[in-house]
């Protein structure tokens, strides 16, 4: 072997060495609450990840999530479920003032009937005023097992209001 092959093997194996001990593994049981900290802020801050709908047999607010929530100053959700403005706001937002079949050309509208039908039982003509929006939560409802579901949203909130979070915000809609 050349020495200038040589040189150039030993250094990727180098490389690749440290870069595989450079990689720290993940936990995954950490991937739904991350714990924000930085030398900068006073105090931490948590970052939640949900599903904002859940299946009632599958729905589990975790301890740890509990427990930080006892111990921050404010719950921070996207739009203050409380609020029947908001709430209004959000609805009026799904709602499409274009009919589906002027969104999609005929080849998708086409393929769109096919599944409607399938999962709704009826053709795609009969939702076209609804909206593309209302449509997908439609289709949702009855594809997924649920007989009964759970708002993970509604559910933090209310636990915040329980555990007398005085700055209850709200992100903007």
Not at 54 to 62: G, N
Not at 98 to 111: G, N, P, T, V
Request: aromatic share 6%.
């Amino acid at each position: 072997m050349k020495p200038s092959k040589l040189i150039t093997a030993i250094a990727v194996y180098l490389l690749l060495i440290n870069s595989l001990q450079a990689q720290e593994e993940i936990k995954l049981e950490n991937s739904v609450l991350w714990k924000i900290e930085h030398a900068d802020l006073h105090e931490p801050s948590y970052i939640l990840g949900t599903l904002h709908l859940m299946c009632e047999k599958d729905f589990e607010i975790p301890k740890k999530v509990t427990q930080a929530l006892q111990i921050v100053d404010a719950l921070v959700l996207e739009v203050n479920l409380s609020n029947p403005e908001e709430i209004k706001i959000m609805q009026e937002s799904m709602n499409n003032t274009r009919k589906i079949s002027e969104e999609l050309s005929k080849e998708q509208f086409d393929e769109l009937d096919t599944l409607v039908t399938k999962i709704m039982g009826a053709s795609l003509i009969n939702f076209d005023t609804y909206g593309l929006s209302i449509l997908n939560v439609l289709m949702l409802q009855k594809m997924l097992p649920w007989s009964q579901i759970k708002s993970v949203d509604n559910k933090m909130m209310s636990l915040a209001i329980k555990n007398n979070k005085p700055d209850l915000q709200f992100g903007e809609s």
